[in-house]
């Protein structure tokens, strides 16, 4: 099992920015790829950033330019950077970790972090 330790959701005005980080411990060997989702009410998950363990990162057009992604492997420890944050940015934001074990693949979710961002 992995345990995940998520912070630094809040609330902040339009064109704020905000810095989450996520934590993980327990099984983290084998970790092929660190991420960030978002789900806001009534819409599904939907994809924030993520990057490999041999640091590639990926992005939608949505957040480019304005979201960073980055670890630090000797913390076990994912951030997500957002800065000039939108109203259509608020959302419960998940930190998730796939594992690689074989030919298997394990995905684990955080419990989220709210971010409100207001107009």
């Known amino acids: 099992q992995v345990q995940f330790v998520e912070s630094g959701g809040g609330l902040v005005q339009s064109g704020g920015s905000l810095r989450l980080s996520c934590a993980v411990s327990?099984?983290?060997?084998?970790?092929?790829?660190m991420g960030w989702y978002r789900q806001a009410p009534g819409k599904e998950r939907e994809l924030v950033a993520t990057?490999?363990?041999?640091?590639?990162?990926k992005y939608p057009d949505s957040v480019k330019a304005r979201f960073t992604i980055f670890r630090d492997n000797t913390k076990n420890t994912v951030y997500l950077q957002m800065n000039s944050l939108k109203p259509e940015d608020t959302a419960v934001y998940y930190c998730?970790?796939?594992?690689?074990?074989?030919?298997?693949?394990?995905?684990?979710w955080g419990q989220g972090t709210q971010v409100t961002v207001s107009s």
């Open positions: 998730n970790v796939v594992r690689m074990d074989g030919s298997a693949v394990y995905d684990y």
């Open positions: 327990g099984s983290i060997f084998s970790i092929a790829a």
């Open positions: 990057i490999s363990r041999l640091g590639s990162t």
